[in-house]
């Protein structure tokens, strides 16, 4: 069974140029998480999708959005980059949501502000 | 804010020990923990989950959730340098999310 494939690994922009990361979950999978994780703060939520609908948000700006599609790979957007946006992005899948199953991580999106 | 709070280490302990990773947690309402682990340069990978009050074995790995203390553990028995990574505590959030840990730096010596 394949695993959460993230595109593309690595990424160098601009600060406030927008960037697009991708995330196809594992076969099955209907719910797609999105997080942050930078040295100083963790791994933070930024958003959840299930069935096309963003289910749950995190204490991040309007400039990250989302969206997933009928097949579930899912989509994250970052407009007017800053750079502290630099960090590793990574996606994670689960059947439902982590309730009951396993969250899979993706191996992440490593993006770079200059 | 709901927090999960770990222990930053680095923990380092000999080959063949018990390795104790130790987290709290501030929402009484969580009802689900998982711990992960992550190599550097990797991304997290699940160990395990733990839902109930106690112990729970997989392996060489016990998780123990004392709810009452709002306090989750690991041990890791045996432990190898292969071991050796960053272990990443997390409650649930409020819908669907997880709420994580900063982790804790493993490192075990030959």
């Known amino acids: 069974k394949a695993g959460v494939t993230q595109t593309p690994r690595y990424l160098i922009k601009t600060r406030g140029q927008q960037v697009t990361l991708s995330c196809s979950p594992i076969s099955g999978h209907r719910s797609v998480s999105w997080y942050q994780q930078t040295p100083g703060q963790g791994l933070q939520f930024l958003f959840e999708?299930?069935?096309?609908?963003?289910?749950n948000k995190g204490n991040f700006p309007g400039r990250f959005s989302g969206r997933q599609f009928s097949n579930s790979r899912s989509e994250m957007n970052v407009s007017t980059l800053e750079l502290g946006d630099s960090a590793l992005y990574l996606c994670?899948?689960?059947?439902?949501?982590?309730?009951?199953?396993?969250?899979?991580f993706g191996p992440g999106t490593r993006l770079t502000v200059t | 804010q709901k927090e999960v709070e770990q222990n930053s280490g680095p923990l380092s302990v000999p080959e063949g020990a018990i390795a104790s990773l130790n987290c709290t947690y501030s929402?009484?309402?969580?009802?689900?923990f998982f711990w992960y682990r992550q190599y550097s340069g990797k991304s997290p990978e699940l160990i395990m989950f733990?839902?109930?009050?106690g112990d729970k074995e997989d392996g060489r790995f016990t998780a123990q959730l004392n709810k009452a203390s709002q306090y989750v553990s690991l041990l890791i028995r045996d432990s190898q340098p292969s071991d050796s990574a960053t272990y990443l505590c997390?409650?649930?959030?409020?819908?669907?999310?997880?709420?994580f840990g900063k982790g804790t730096k493993l490192s075990v010596k030959p």
């Open positions: 997390a409650g649930e959030g409020s819908q669907g999310n997880l709420i």
């Open positions: 999708y299930f069935s096309e609908t963003q289910r």
């Open positions: 929402d009484r309402g969580s009802q689900s």
């Open positions: 733990i839902y109930s009050n």
């Open positions: 994670a899948s689960s059947l439902v949501d982590y309730r009951g199953s396993e969250q899979y």
